[in-house]
Nanobody
Framework: QVQLVESGGGLVQAGGSLNLSCATS????????MGWDRQAPGKQRELAAT???????NYADSVKGRFTIFRDNAKNTVYLQMNSLKPEDTAVYYC?????????????WGQGTQVTVSS
């Protein structure tokens, strides 16, 4: 059974930093792209950052220069380092991973972790 388990959310003051991590567990697959989405109260879920299996990254304009996504393929884990946090970064952050099985490719999400930035 595939599971994505996030950790590292919490409450921080504006200008502070938080580091999120997400470990993928299970068997019978290889991991392709990984990433983080976020959903602020009353808003649609949006992409925050993605990283390919080769290490190429993509960021939402709103987080460029402040967030860094990286992964440890040996640990099947993706990280999101968030610096210079702003109140508008407050959201539930969901990690995701696209997995390849013999039967096909499927995208999975974690349960979400709350990030709250106070002004």
């Amino acid at each position: 059974q595939v599971q994505l388990v996030e950790s590292g959310g919490g409450l921080v003051q504006a200008g502070g930093s938080l580091n999120l991590s997400c470990a993928t567990s299970g068997a019978g697959f290889s991991i392709n792209d990984m990433g983080w989405d976020r959903q602020a109260p009353g808003k649609q879920r949006e992409l925050a950052a993605t990283i390919t299996s080769g290490g190429s990254t993509n960021y939402a304009d709103s987080v460029k220069g402040r967030f860094t996504i990286f992964r440890d393929n040996a640990k099947n884990t993706v990280y999101l380092q968030m610096n210079s946090l702003k109140p508008e970064d407050t959201a539930v952050y969901y990690c995701n991973a696209r997995l390849s099985f013999p039967r096909g490719r499927y995208k999975y999400w974690g349960q979400g972790t709350q990030v709250t930035v106070s002004s």
